[in-house]
């Protein structure tokens, strides 16, 4: 939890952010996704000023556990003095315990934001989905929170101005916007409208200039000029002179020519899979993943 202090910005984790959604995709399925289309609506986790502080404090977790499908689940939540925004005690359950900043006695208005984390920790925990070290896992959680569709909560609780900010999460604000947005071109959903703070919205459209960005990569059909002349330098190295591995900075990379033809993967622009398909020009493909189909220009 940033408070006060420097609010890091960009697309410094970006790499894991997209290793984490194409592990949510194996680990949930094509399916189990779609029945994530609805996002937390903010009157499920509205937390007034004069509401009790722990039977509202209650009331949004029992929300958050409703959201991810946990009915078994009970989180008993708490106050406590520590540095960071929340603590879960991850136990083989049904009975969670959550431990929240005492800042929330306040902020109650960021404390569904809290809790999202912290019930996506949960979720994780009971589907056996992990990264090695805390930095990758936690970062795992904030991606999934964000795109199931509780983590606008996260991006809302950012609020930065000349002499105070304030952050929850590990993701920066934009990389909380480019999940956000991933979800958005996926459910046609748009979260901006539940914001409230106004630093979130410029996150946001950040985030989504980053996302589009995922579809306008060749060999992509929708790749723009540039791209699609670096591809086809590309292509030509690959048949000529057997060149076309995996290169920093180039989403594709091309299989060389030898009993099959010259082939080409690059990451679904949806689930960042990689998909491998033959260069013949214009073809359609089909993510085995996310089911995303896909025009391609090979």
Request: charged share 25%.
């Amino acid at each position: 939890m940033a408070n006060g202090g420097p609010v890091e910005h960009g697309f410094p984790h970006l790499e894991t952010v997209r290793a984490s959604i194409t592990a949510l995709y194996r680990r949930l399925s094509y399916d189990t996704v779609r029945t994530f289309a609805a996002s937390v609506a903010p009157a499920d986790v509205a937390f007034g000023d004069v509401d009790d502080l722990h039977l509202g404090a209650q009331r949004v977790a029992r929300e958050l556990v409703r959201h991810f499908r946990l009915p078994d689940a009970r989180l008993v939540v708490g106050f406590r003095e520590m540095g960071h925004a929340a603590n879960v005690e991850l136990t083989a359950g049904p009975e969670y315990f959550v431990e929240l900043n005492d800042r929330f006695r306040t902020h109650r208005r960021d404390i569904g934001a809290a809790l999202a984390h912290e019930v996506t920790h949960v979720y994780l925990h009971r589907l056996d989905l992990s990264f090695p070290g805390t930095r990758d896992n936690e970062i795992l959680t904030d991606t999934v929170t964000t795109y199931l569709g509780a983590g606008w909560l996260l991006l809302d609780a950012f609020r930065e101005d000349a002499v105070s900010s304030q952050k929850l999460g590990y993701l920066t604000p934009e990389e909380f916007g480019y999940v956000l947005a991933k979800r958005s071109l996926l459910f046609g959903e748009d979260p901006s409208v539940w914001f409230t703070s106004p630093q979130a919205y410029t996150a946001y459209g950040k985030g989504m200039a980053r996302a589009r960005e995922d579809a306008r990569q060749p060999p992509l059909a929708a790749a723009g000029w540039a791209g699609r002349r670096r591809y086809a330098h590309d292509r030509r190295r690959a048949r000529d002179h057997g060149e076309g591995g995996e290169r920093p900075g180039v989403p594709y990379a091309f299989t060389p020519e030898g009993r099959e033809p010259l082939r080409v993967s690059f990451p679904c622009p949806t689930c960042r899979q990689r998909i491998r398909v033959p260069v013949r020009g214009r073809i359609r493909a089909r993510c085995g993943l996310c089911r995303t189909v896909l025009e391609c220009d090979t």
